[in-house]
Every structure is written in C-alpha cells, then in structure tokens.
C-alpha cells in the first residue's frame, strides 16, 4: 500500500459506506457477535485464547503475554501473516480490530507493517464498534417515523417492500419469515448480530432518507428468535398502518412460493438434492409440530396426514399441489383469526387499504399528505 492511512474513531462512515473489516479475535468471539462486512482472520484460535486466559487469571498480564509470544511460533506467524495480507491485498480501504482495540490489533498491526503492509486499526475495537450501534439503535428508533405495512400471512407484504426504497426488511435482516413456518435456511443471526443489522439500516436510512418514514412490515417482538426492542415495538404499534389486501386463492399461491418452491431451493443450493429435500421436509414438519397445541389434537393429525402425503408426492412425482389444501387450511383457520385480533389491539391508524398495485402507486402521495 502506497499511502499510509490513519487509525479510525469515526465509526458511522465505517457502516454508512460498508466498509471491511478485519476481526483478529478468535472465532468464538466472532460467532457471538460481529458486524455484517467483517471477516474473522483470527490472530489466536480457541484453544490458543482459551490457554492465555487462563494464563491470565492464574499469573497475569506479563505472563500472559509471554504465552502469547511463546505460541506465536514461526509457522503460525508465517499463516497469520499470510491470511491477513490476503484480506488486506482485497480490500485495501479496510481497517482491523480486536475486542478492544489493544494488544491483538496492534500486534497484527505491527506483524503487517514488518511484512510492508501499512494497515490501520479500529480505536477501541469491537467494544467501542457494539457501543456505538447500541447507542445508535436508541437514537434512531426515537428520530425515525415509522409507517407500518400490515395484512393477513401470504398476502406478501416482503415483496411489497421489496418494491419500496424507503423499507426496512426485518425479516430479511433475520433471515426468517416471521410466521410458525418461517424457518430459512442458513439459521438465524445472533441477537447481538440482529441488532446490528437493524441499527446500520436505521442509521442509512435516516442519512439517506431524512425526512421520509420508514416502512416496515408490521412484526411482533419476536421474529423467530430475534427479538425488537420494546421501544421500536411501542413505536411500531402507534404508526400509522397500510393494509395490504388479497385474495384466500392468490395467499395460498404466495405461500406455495415463498414456503415450497423457494425454500426447498435455497437448502438445495446449500446441502445438495437429497439431503436439501429431508431439511426441507424436517422444517415443515417441525413447524407443525411446534404449534399442535394451538391447532388441537385432530385437526393436527389431520393435517399432518395431508403434510406426510404432500411430502410424498412432492419427493417421488415433483408435484406440490398436496400442499395447497394444507396451507389454505392454516391460513383460514389458524393464521387469519389471530391477525383479526391483533389487528384490533393496534393504536396506530389505518391510513390506506388496497391490493399490491394500489399501494405502489399510491404510496408516494400519501407519504407526501402524511408527512408534510
């Protein structure tokens, strides 16, 4: 790198322009939280961590670090090294941390800067990053206006959103659908990475967008297992509401999109024909499991007998018409009474109702007549 780049403390262009990141904590550091453009490069891995901070707690700090030195052996320098110049040769704007912006960064720092590869660190690491978007998160859901887009399970309101620029996918920021069968593949972010995600499009959409709402799919607190803030879900419950309109037959059309043909295709991608079709096969039947109580003892056998047919058919004849009776069911009889009553329970005013093309053209003017 020709020109020497300062450290940085200005953490809101770091997420405002996506910039890289290399994180040199260990890997169970990084896979409890981090941030959505870092990569783990770890200078110590578990067990190496693990024997320091022992080390730590029995002897202290010099000891410790004569540990650490001790373990930096030549070929594990040499691996280092060569890890990280791999990440700095591809992303020569980036900057590295450690947790606190100490002994890590600064020692990878300086093995780079023997290596001639002048790099900057983060001032005050993972720690001072996280405090930041905690902070920012509060702020954000305080300055921003909300608008909520709301409407009965597979009416598709994701793609609705999708079509809007002032939004916010939640789900999409979750990797879940939201609903008792809105398992993806690929899991769930952590609750510390969730936050992360949802503080970094606030804080884009307000520098972006500032003045406009954003809208939002109407969630309760928990998305799968990521949950909102009570004061973005208060919020959330007073903003003014578009109620987005369809049809029983075009939902269940949705549904057998959005939960059959994408869902299967996505754990094809990633665990191959066979065994993407037995994860597929598990989700649903774990998701009906999971609400049996609610269905009711018979009207759960009698739906799992169509899921075990629907399943079947779809395996040995690539046919998924089995499942649309199932979801029709689920929509009517399980889904659609508890909307109706949450529905009801909302503060917030519903300002426009209407079918996806009615809402995309008139989206514009009412944000307009709503807000200024």
């Known amino acids: 790198m020709s020109q020497t780049r300062s450290d940085t403390d200005d953490f809101k262009i770091l997420f405002l322009n996506d910039t890289p990141l290399m994180d040199v904590r260990a890997p169970v550091e990084f896979e409890q939280g981090a941030f959505p453009t870092a ?8 067990h190496q961590r693990e024997l320091i901070g022992t080390r730590y707690k029995q002897e202290g700090q010099d000891a410790a670090f004569a540990l650490g030195y001790e ?11 060569q890890s990280w110049k791999a990440f700095t040769d591809q992303h020569p704007e980036g900057y590295l941390y450690c947790f606190r912006g100490g002994q890590r960064s600064h020692l990878a720092q300086a093995w780079l800067k023997e290596a001639g590869v002048n790099y900057p660190l ?3 690491g993972y720690k001072a990053l996280r405090r930041f978007l905690i ?7 305080e300055t ?3 608008v909520t887009l709301s409407g009965k399970t597979g009416t598709g309101k994701t793609r609705l959103l999708q079509k809007i620029s002032d939004s916010i996918d939640l789900e999409g920021l979750a990797n879940h659908r939201g609903s008792s069968f809105g398992r993806r593949c690929g899991g769930q972010p952590t609750q510390i990475n969730f936050e992360n995600r949802l503080s970094i499009a606030l804080l884009k959409h307000l520098n972006q967008k500032s003045g406009h709402p954003a809208l939002l799919e109407d969630e309760s607190k928990l998305i799968g297992r990521c949950s909102l803030s009570q004061p973005m879900r208060d919020k959330m419950q ?4 578009i109620l987005l309109e369809t049809s029983v037959e075009e939902r269940v059309e949705v549904g057998l999109q959005e939960y059959v043909r994408d869902n299967l295709a996505d754990f094809i ?3 191959g024909e066979e065994s993407g079709f037995e994860q597929f096969s598990e989700g649903l039947t774990g998701s009906l499991y999971r609400i049996r109580r609610r269905l009711g003892g018979a009207r759960y056998q009698a739906l799992t007998n169509l899921l075990d047919s629907a399943l079947q058919n779809h395996r040995d004849n690539n046919d998924i018409n089995g499942y649309r009776p199932i979801i029709a069911s689920l929509l009517t009889e399980y889904y659609d009474p508890m909307y109706e009553y949450q529905l009801e329970q909302k503060q917030g005013k519903v300002i426009f109702s209407g079918n996806y093309n009615d809402i995309l053209e008139a989206y514009p003017e009412l944000i307009r007549n709503l807000y200024t």
């Open 39 to 46: 990569q783990n490069v770890p200078l110590l891995d578990n």
């Open 71 to 81: 373990l930096a052996t030549d070929d594990v320098r040499k691996a280092r090294l």
């Open 122 to 124: 983060i001032k005050g």
């Open 135 to 141: 902070d920012e998160l509060e702020a954000s859901v």
């Open 144 to 146: 921003c206006s909300f």
């Open 238 to 241: 007073q903003s003014p509401i």
């Open 269 to 271: 991608r990633v665990y």
